[in-house]
């Protein structure tokens, strides 16, 4: 199965943009999947597919994709976007899943 | 609106197996539908454990498959993770959550809130 790789901390300034990026195999072939984690909470999904926000996701939050990189862009960073984001992908040829480890994201 | 709550001992000792429960309401689980296990250590990232097919067929994680069962209860309409053998390295928050889906994407939600799990004698 593949693996994910994301850089451990990024840091924005308050209403700058940011990108958090992860790299990996399989998303050759799939969309990522991001989530934002505050702290002591649930994951929530914020991006899908190849750029789908769910109902109630800001639409500062986007996603792109390029080979085996995929971006999720936070377009004007609020103090309430400062958390942990996760990418996932599914291995379509053994149908495994992967998380990455993780961008822990600091708005200055 | 589907909502997952994981169920399960909060405290387990060393080499005996860790039994959790997720509990589906707003959908039957015997409609369809893949469901999913993900934990988390403290202070660390998220790990896959697996996911379970209503009918029963799964996908493990290679690094757990030894040690990981999934199973599906249709008429109590809750799904359960048994990890065996567990060592204090298997503390975490576990969470339950549904895997979508798409023809070139995947993704999760909802998720349960997840329930701590401590290792310990």
């Known amino acids: 199965s593949s693996e994910l790789t994301q850089d451990p901390a990024v840091s924005v300034a308050l209403g700058q943009t940011v990108r958090i990026t992860c790299q990996g195999d399989?998303?050759?072939?799939?969309?990522a999947s991001w989530y934002q984690q505050k702290s002591g909470q649930a994951p929530v999904i914020v991006i899908f597919?190849?750029?789908n926000r769910p109902s109630g996701i800001p639409d500062r939050f986007s996603g792109s994709s390029s080979g085996n990189t995929a971006s999720l862009t936070i377009t004007g960073a609020q103090t309430e976007d400062e958390a942990d984001y996760y990418c996932?992908?599914?291995?379509?040829?053994?149908?495994?899943?992967?998380f990455g480890g993780g961008t822990k994201l600091t708005v200055l | 609106q589907v909502r997952l709550q994981e169920s399960g001992p909060g405290l387990v000792k060393p080499s005996e197996t860790l039994s959790l429960t997720c509990t589906v309401s707003?959908?039957?689980?015997?409609?369809?539908?893949?469901w999913g296990w993900i934990r988390q250590p403290p202070g660390k990232g998220l790990e896959w454990i697996g996911n379970?097919?209503?009918?029963?067929?799964?996908y493990y994680n290679p690094s757990l498959r030894s040690r990981v069962t999934l199973s599906v209860d249709t008429s109590k309409n809750q799904f359960s993770l048994k990890l065996s053998s567990v060592a204090a390295a298997d503390t975490a928050v576990y969470y339950c959550?549904?895997?979508?889906?798409?023809?070139?994407?995947?993704?999760?939600?909802?998720w349960g809130q997840g329930t701590l799990v401590i290792v310990s004698s």
């Open positions: 959550a549904r895997p979508q889906y798409g023809s070139d994407t995947n993704w999760f939600d909802p």
């Open positions: 707003g959908y039957s689980i015997s409609n369809g539908y893949y």
């Open positions: 379970v097919y209503h009918s029963g067929s799964t």
């Open positions: 399989s998303l050759r072939s799939n969309y």
């Open positions: 597919g190849k750029n």
């Open positions: 996932c992908s599914r291995d379509s040829s053994d149908n495994l899943w992967v």
